[in-house]
Nanobody, 119 residues
């Protein structure tokens, strides 16, 4: 069974920074993609950024240049460095791990961590 545990959320003023972490454990396929998603009240969950095992990244336009996604494959840990935070970044941030083997998809989610940006 795969488990994802996020940490690092909190309260921050506009312009501030936070770093989120997501530790994955269990039987994890060596080639996978990890990502951060977020959901604000009344909104659907949206992609923030993803990163493959090989280090290829993808960002939603609203965070590109402010957020950096990274991972430590040896530790199965995902990070999100968030700079220049804005009130509209306020949301619950979720970690996602997924891979596909033999046409079967495996998708796992963390429990979420709250990020609140307020002035």
């Amino acid at each position: 069974q795969v488990q994802l545990v996020e940490s690092g959320g909190g309260l921050v003023q506009p312009g501030g920074s936070l770093r989120l972490s997501c530790a994955a454990s269990g039987r994890i396929f060596s080639i996978n993609t990890m990502g951060w998603y977020r959901q604000a009240p009344g909104n659907e969950r949206e992609l923030v950024a993803t990163i493959t095992t090989g280090g290829s990244t993808n960002y939603v336009d609203s965070v590109r240049g402010r957020f950096t996604i990274s991972r430590d494959n040896a530790k199965n840990t995902l990070y999100l460095h968030m700079n220049s935070l804005k009130p509209e970044d306020t949301a619950v941030y979720y970690c996602k791990l997924f891979w596909a083997v033999m046409a079967r998809q495996y998708v796992y989610w963390g429990q979420g961590t709250q990020v609140t940006v307020f002035s």
